[in-house]
Structure formats: structure tokens, C-alpha cells
């Protein structure tokens, strides 16, 4: 009953719904006209006939006939009064029968029911709104988005305007509220001027007129926009954008950091402050054939191995686990600590041959140039002559042709990233270069979530998700160090110290066997410890950096919320 009102104000309002009204009346008013007319001829042809009957028996047959009920108790005796009964019988069927319940449905009842489903929708905040995200955009990128933030739990809306895709998010569990984004009124409703954040991931032009429609009713809110092309970057911070970001040129730069064929033995692939994050081949090394527990890595370096790579699945360290030949460590520590890990694992041969770039798109140009501000020669392989830049470093011809692999070095290459826009294409050719190199190293980009797996199950390595990329980035800018992606799968999040781990220690916690995941370090004020001592007892005031894959991330909310 709650949605009745809602409704009718929907049908009064709504112009469609007014036509249809004036429709549907004005068909009413004819039917009536009809049923009048047939009543008055038939008070005419009973007198002819010598029969006199009342106004009301006159309506009363005329709605019988025209209904087909036709109860027999009135009848006409001469042949015109039988012809004019064909007439009114042949018009009711057509006008009770046919049209009235057609347009009936079709100027009343159908909008009614769409006004009842588009009173689901949201489409505005409520008034006591405040600190929360508006999203732009309604694709997979904005759709992650969404689900992080349910995650860390921001409240947020996803604003669309089309009711019927605002619908299908609704029934898909998303929150999504209906309205231009390019009408002030918009962001009234939504209460712009008391959000946390607005972040916009339209295309350039409209993310540049949604900026600056923002700023005329929320002068101060932070919006964040994407930019497509590098030319707008300064157009959308013209138009208000307080962040403006590239992430397809981000996703390329944390594929590029990905290259283990770079001649060193660590490479760094993300940092929280003083804190590295580093991936390391055990290949080589004196910790092949040794456990994690008889390594002695923390009493050489001081550090800890908190994940093992096996073919873009990340294990969980155990003090019994077994460092293998093709294992890849991933490993927490200092710069310093860094640094005599190389040295304890000795120096490794530089590879000469040129890593392969499958794509020269934004994401494929982008990784070329973080390789080569590595010193690492690279090819891109590209199908579209119009996005060749030189001959030394882009092979022209498809990614998918043997010869043009060959010609741009696969046999020799140390790795290869695979950087199409196309999720299937992607698969296609990790499916592929796999096949032709077992052994070499393969980093994918993913654009939907549900085929990063598909990816690691093709022989993928490594898998970055664009939309991971952009969801992280918004979350680090409400809480700055919250969340880290290494790759698809395996983050860093910061959390407070939770009220069962006070006074405890890390040894004496459970938390890696009950949650899977590993305290790489503790925030003491602005103080930070890398690889904590397991025998410190946590302070409530205190802050974990915690890393794990995506299941053990899920655990450790549940068991730790808030």
C-alpha cells in the first residue's frame, strides 16, 4: 500500500501517463455516448412496435446485447428491431470486447504496473545522508566498485539513467538511484553536498560535464574521474575533478612491475610506506629443496615469505612447506631487508632477449614504457598498422600467427603480457603462448572478474584486473593504505587491531590458521614494524597490514568485523 501514492503521483506527473489517461477517458466517453444512443432507438423501435419499457430496461438491454449475455426476457418482434439488435450486438463485441479491455490494459494498467516497478527504484539519498560515495557509470568497473565498498562497508549509490538497467542492478543486489547526470537536480537529490566522494567512470565527455554540473550544487565534495586519453586529464581538473587517473595506463605500469626477467633477483611490486612487497624466482637460490621453517631467511634478512606463486595460485606459507625449483616467493621487508635477500640469493643472469607486449592498445603502450624505464627491451606484437609507433620495437601482424611470434622473439623471450582489451582474445592467446612456451612467464590483463580464474586456468601467471585497480585506488583515497592489490586475488588491507586480539600476541592468536591470512606488520602510532616480533602482545590502538587471497580476506572479516 506504501507504494500507492507513489504511483498515482507517477501517473499524474509522468506526460506518457497523462496521454494515456486522456485516452483512455475520452474512449470511455464514446463507449458511454455508444450505450446512450442504442438506448434511446430502442425506446424508439419498442413504440413502433407497440412496446413501452422504462429508461432503465433501455440501458439494461442495450448493455445485455452489446455484452453478448443476451438473457432473451426483452426481445424485438419486427425484422428492423432484429437488425438494429445485429447492429448493437456486432458493436458491443467490438468495443466491449476488443477495445475496451485493450486499452484498458494499454492506457491504464500497463503504465500503472510500470509505475509500480519504477517506484523500486531510488531516486534520491535520504536526508540524513552524509559520508557516503556516488558512483557514475553502471560498468563492470563501476559494478566492482560497488561491491568493494559493500566490502569495507561505505554506504554508496550507483547512479544510471535508464529505469530498466536501475531495475536489473536493483534485482542483481546493487543500490542504484535513476537520474541524468548531467541535472543539478540530480546531485541535490543525492545529496552531493554532503558525500564522502564522488568518483566518475564515464567516458571523458560526459565525465567532464558531470564534474562540472557537480561543482555548481557541491563546491567541496572530492570527485574522482577517469581519463581515457591523456589530453583530458586537464580538461576534467578544469572542470572540478579533484583526482583525475589513467588507470588503464595504472594497469599497464603494475603489469610492467611484474617482468621477472629484469636481471635482478627481487622485484618490487608494491609498497605501504617503508614496507616493500616484493616478488622473488627461487630459482638459483640456496632456498630450493628447504622448508620455510629451515630457510633462515628472517635470521639472514630479517624477513618473512609471506606467499608462494605456483602458476597464478597463491599458497599460504607453512613452516613445512618445501621451496621448489619453479616456486616464486613473495616476500615483506624493508628496503635494507630487501637488499640482503639479493645478496644471500647471489646475482642472476640478465636475459637479452626482448619481452613481448600482445597489444597496443593504451594498456599494451603503457607497459612498453614502464619496460623501458626498467632498461628492458621489449616488442609489441599489433594487428592495427595505425597504432605502430617504429619498427625496432612493434612487429606488425596478429598475435595469434606463429610467424609473427617468431619474428618478434617468442622462442627467446623471458615473459610475455598479454594486454588486449578482449577477455576471450586474452585467453586465446595465454592458451596459446603457453602451449608454444611452457616455461615462459605470462602476465594477463582481465577486464571482467569472471574470467580472471578462466585466465590462471589458461597458464596465466599473473592476472591485474582494471577493475580492481580502479575499486583499490577509490578506497585508498577515502582511507588512505587500506587496501594493496599485488595481483587478482591477493591484497593488503589495514585494519585496527580487533578487541579479541588485544593484550594477545601474534603467536598466540590463531589468526593465520583460522583466517589463512599473514600480519606482515603492525602500526604502532607512526610507527611501523616490519615483520613484527610473534611474541609482541597487540595493543588495542594498534593497526595490522594483513595479506591474503580474496577467500582468506572474506574469513577474516567475518571472524574479525568492523
Not at 429508461?55 to 426481445?75: A, K, N, P, R
Not at 549509490?157 to 530498466?164: A, G
Not at 634478512?301 to 613452516?319: C, F, S, T, Y
Not at 593484550?503 to 602500526?523: E, F, H, N, P, Y
Amino acid at each position: 500500500m506504501k507504494f500507492i501514492p507513489a504511483q498515482i503521483t507517477y501517473l499524474i506527473r509522468d506526460r506518457r501517463a497523462q496521454r494515456n489517461l486522456r485516452a483512455l477517458v475520452k474512449f470511455l466517453l464514446f463507449l458511454l455516448a455508444c450505450i446512450t444512443l442504442y438506448s434511446v432507438l430502442f425506446h424508439v423501435l419498442m413504440e413502433r412496435e407497440g412496446q413501452e419499457f422504462s429508461w432503465v430496461t433501455g440501458f439494461y438491454w442495450t448493455l445485455t446485447v452489446m455484452s453478448t449475455l443476451g438473457f432473451g426476457d426483452i426481445t424485438f418482434t419486427s425484422d428492423l428491431g432484429r437488425m438494429f439488435s445485429l447492429v448493437v450486438l456486432l458493436s458491443g463485441v467490438v468495443f466491449l470486447l476488443v477495445m475496451l479491455p485493450f486499452t484498458f490494459i494499454q492506457f491504464f494498467y500497463a503504465p500503472f504496473l510500470e509505475a509500480q516497478t519504477k517506484s523500486r527504484v531510488r531516486r534520491d539519498m535520504p536526508e540524513t545522508a552524509s559520508g557516503h560515495l556516488i558512483i557514475v557509470g553502471s560498468d563492470p568497473v563501476a559494478l566492482n566498485l560497488a561491491v568493494r565498498l559493500d566490502q569495507f562497508h561505505y554506504d554508496h549509490c550507483i547512479l544510471v539513467q535508464d529505469v530498466h538497467h536501475a531495475l536489473d542492478l536493483l534485482d542483481q543486489g546493487y543500490k542504484p538511484v535513476v537520474g541524468p547526470s548531467d541535472d543539478p537536480e540530480t546531485y541535490q537529490r543525492l545529496r552531493a553536498d554532503h558525500a564522502a566522494m564522488v568518483v566518475l567512470l564515464n567516458d571523458d565527455m560526459k565525465n567532464t560535464n558531470a564534474a562540472f554540473t557537480i561543482r555548481e550544487v557541491a563546491p567541496k565534495v572530492p570527485i574522482v574521474a577517469n581519463a581515457d586519453s591523456e589530453e583530458s586529464v586537464d580538461i576534467l581538473e578544469m572542470a572540478g575533478a579533484s583526482h583525475v587517473f589513467q588507470f588503464m595506463r595504472m594497469l599497464g605500469e603494475m603489469l610492467a612491475r611484474r617482468n621477472l626477467g629484469a636481471g635482478t633477483r627481487s622485484n618490487v611490486i608494491g609498497s605501504v610506506h617503508e614496507l616493500l612487497l616484493a616478488e622473488a624466482p627461487a630459482q638459483g637460490t640456496p632456498l630450493v629443496g628447504r622448508t620455510i621453517r629451515d630457510c633462515g631467511l628472517r635470521d639472514i634478512a630479517g624477513m618473512n615469505i609471506v606467499g608462494l606463486w605456483d602458476r597464478g595460485r597463491i599458497e599460504a606459507p607453512r613452516p613445512e612447506t618445501v621451496i621448489g625449483q619453479g616456486s616464486i616467493l613473495v616476500l615483506a621487508g624493508t628496503r635494507a631487508q630487501l637488499d640482503a635477500f639479493d645478496a644471500f640469493a647471489g646475482p642472476t643472469s640478465a636475459v637479452s632477449a626482448p619481452v613481448l607486449v600482445l597489444g597496443g592498445g593504451r594498456v599494451g603502450r603503457a607497459t612498453a614504457q614502464t619496460l623501458a624505464a626498467q632498461g628492458v627491451d621489449y616488442r609489441i606484437v599489433e594487428k592495427n598498422p595505425k597504432l605502430i609507433r617504429d619498427r625496432k620495437h612493434y612487429v606488425h601482424g596478429s598475435a595469434s600467427d606463429l610467424d609473427t611470434l617468431e619474428a618478434a622473439g617468442i622462442n627467446k623471450a623471458s615473459s610475455v603480457f598479454v594486454t588486449t582489451h578482449n577477455d576471450d582474445l586474452n585467453i586465446y592467446l595465454t592458451i596459446y603462448c603457453r602451449r608454444l612456451r611452457p616455461d615462459i612467464q605470462i602476465v594477463s590483463r582481465a577486464t571482467l572478474d569472471r574470467n580472471i580464474s578462466v585466465l590462471h586456468k589458461a597458464g596465466a601467471d599473473l592476472v591485474m584486473s582494471y577493475a580492481t585497480i580502479t575499486a583499490n585506488t577509490v578506497i585508498n583515497l577515502l582511507s588512505p593504505g587500506k587496501v594493496l592489490t599485488l595481483t587478482e586475488g591477493l591484497n593488503i588491507f589495514r585494519v585496527k587491531v580487533h578487541s579479541s586480539l588485544a593484550g594477545t600476541t601474534l603467536m598466540d592468536s590463531g589468526l593465520r590458521q583460522g583466517t589463512g591470512c599473514s600480519v606482515i606488520a603492525v602500526a604502532h602510532g607512526d610507527e611501523l614494524e616490519v615483520n613484527p616480533d610473534p611474541t609482541r602482545p597487540l595493543d588495542a590502538a594498534d593497526s595490522l597490514y594483513v595479506i591474503g587471497d580474496a577467500a582468506a580476506e572474506r574469513r577474516f572479516m567475518e571472524k574479525y568485523p568492523g
